[in-house]
């Protein structure tokens, strides 16, 4: 018998993971607010102050929701860019019969019978009784 030993290379594990930069910031977290402080270093100079202050927080807080957020795991980026492919992507609403891989057995079905209309009680023949009315009328059994 002859063995072959084949040699085992470690498995990338957590691939989807995204690369830090430091700390907790990932490579695009990163993009996120510095874009966001470029967006509002602009607006300092174009904007009366009162206004860059309203647009600057409004900004700050949009791309921290995008850079932060997750629902279930995803990023909220990723949410509404397939809302967006899903509000904008054709429809197509088609109904297929899906066919089993094996026949279908037909169940036999019991007939259900009429309940005969009368006095729902009935009293029943029972052989005590029988006796206990021999024994009272003190007759033979015939």
Known sequence: NIKFFMEQYPIP?????????????SFRQFFYLIGAGVLCF?????????LFAIFSIIIFVISL?????????MPI???????????????NYIWQKKESPYPYKTIK?????????????????????????QIETRSENK
Do not use: C
């Open 109 to 133: 079905r019991i007939e259900i019978r009429k309940i005969e209309e009368g006095p729902v009680l009935r009293t029943q023949n029972s052989q005590l009784r029988k006796m206990h009315t």
């Open 65 to 73: 929701v995008l850079a932060f957020g997750k629902i279930n795991g």
């Open 13 to 25: 594990q957590f691939i989807e993971q995204e690369g830090k930069i430091a700390f907790f910031i």
């Open 77 to 91: 980026l990723d949410i509404i860019l397939s809302s967006f492919g899903f509000l904008a992507g054709s429809k």
């Open 42 to 50: 602009f607006l300092f100079y174009l904007l009366p102050f009162f």
